[in-house]
């Protein structure tokens, strides 16, 4: 069935026009008629929590925009033993243009909301409109300049502002416009205790340690074990190094 053109939206599709996180993703760089074509082989779904959206060494048939949710990003080697290399949240883009096979694997961290097309759609309109691809190059030096900073992280802060470091990395990315003004920010932790001491290179008891350290100090809230409320993001920044 044709998607139709709504006076209302300026021939934005309708799947497209409820999208919040259209603007800022690589969708941005497309026009109407773009938008539409992409609609008309998108579909929108959700992902459970725990399960696994493409593995290392898989085929890639299908690109995806996060559009709510995090994506733990991880590498495996043979005997087994699993690194949080990456996380993923609203509007990054789910996998590796240019390439056949992913190089990782990528796992719903919570229950995750995507806008899934299929990837020779998106390779050809990559070929027909030059923003587009340039879009996706933003994206990947930002990506880039993250994994750098993520690098100064782990191998340069204490145990207390690698966890600090965590919380904001979560807050800047769950609500960066209440981050960036400073304001109060509430979210759940989107990795197990277990998870989060794998992705800093701590142990569990180290990171349960510092969050009550935290909390303590009246830096952070925890409720229910996982829910976090910031109220002063210049503190947790301090807490961090930054």
């Not at 993703?25 to 959700?46: E, N, R």
């Not at 243009?97 to 990837?119: D, G, H, W, Y």
């Amino acid at each position: 069935m044709e998607l139709r053109k709504d006076i209302h939206t300026n021939g934005i599709p309708v799947l497209c026009v409820s999208c919040e996180v259209r603007h800022r993703g690589v969708c941005g760089a497309l026009d109407p008629d773009q938008l539409i074509a992409l609609a008309k082989a998108s579909h929108k779904h959700t992902i459970k929590e725990g399960e696994e959206l493409i593995g290392d060494a898989e085929q890639i048939d299908v690109y995806s925009n996060v559009l709510a949710g995090v994506v733990k990003l991880t590498k495996t080697l043979s005997d087994g033993r699993q690194q949080i290399v990456g996380l993923q949240f609203a509007p990054d883009f789910l996998g590796r243009p240019f390439r056949k096979e992913s190089s990782i694997n990528a796992e719903a961290a919570t229950e995750v909301s995507l806008c899934s097309f299929p990837k020779a759609t998106m390779d050809r309109m990559m070929q027909e409109q030059p923003g587009l691809e340039n879009r996706l190059l933003q994206q990947a030096l930002i990506e880039l300049d993250d994994a750098r900073d993520w690098m100064v992280t782990l191998g340069r802060k204490t145990a207390a502002e690698k966890v600090a470091s965590f919380l904001l990395l979560i807050a800047r990315n769950i609500d960066p416009e209440r981050e960036a003004n400073g304001r109060s920010i509430a979210f759940d932790l989107p990795l197990t205790r277990a998870d989060i001491a794998d992705f800093l290179g701590l142990t569990i008891e180290t990171v349960s340690r510092q969050l009550t350290r935290l909390r303590a100090d009246n830096v952070i809230r925890i409720e229910n074990n996982r829910h976090v409320t910031v109220e002063n993001i210049d503190r947790l920044r301090g807490r961090a190094g930054n």
